[in-house]
């Protein structure tokens, strides 16, 4: 059975900083196209990041590209997505997502653009 686990999500400050992590289990992340979607209150899915299969190629939204940073841990299984200079705009509940076998990252907020989606994680940011 796969799952998508997402961990690190939590209340902080405008400025601060969180590390988000998704453990991946019954597949190989290596073998997966990995990204991170976002879903603010009352709004719409918005793609945040994401890595091809094999983790050659990384992609971060433009507008974040100087606040965030996404890696995968191939050893450990693990995507993670780096956060800092936190505003309140970045509140959401963020996903962890995986699609098979990708040569570029997946760019999508379909859900039937991926294989797997997480539960979510919870940030919120504010003073």
């Known amino acids: 059975q796969v799952q998508l686990v997402e961990s690190g999500g939590g209340s902080v400050q405008p400025g601060g900083s969180l590390r988000l992590s998704c453990a991946a289990s019954?597949?190989?992340?290596?073998?997966?196209?990995m990204s991170w979607v976002r879903q603010a209150p009352g709004k719409g899915l918005e793609w945040i990041s994401g890595?091809?299969?094999?983790?050659?190629?990384?992609s971060v939204l433009n507008a974040e590209r100087r606040r965030f940073t996404v890696s995968v841990d191939n050893a450990k299984n693990m995507l993670y997505l780096d956060m800092n200079n936190l505003k309140p705009e970045d509140t959401a509940v963020y996903y962890c997502?995986?699609?098979?076998?990708?040569?570029?990252?997946?760019?999508?907020?379909?859900?039937?653009?991926?294989?797997?989606w997480g539960q979510g994680t919870q940030v919120t940011v504010s003073s």
């Open positions: 019954g597949l190989t992340v290596s073998d997966y196209a």
């Open positions: 890595i091809n299969t094999g983790g050659t190629l990384r």
């Open positions: 997502t995986a699609k098979y076998s990708q040569e570029q990252p997946i760019y999508s907020t379909n859900r039937d653009a991926y294989d797997y």
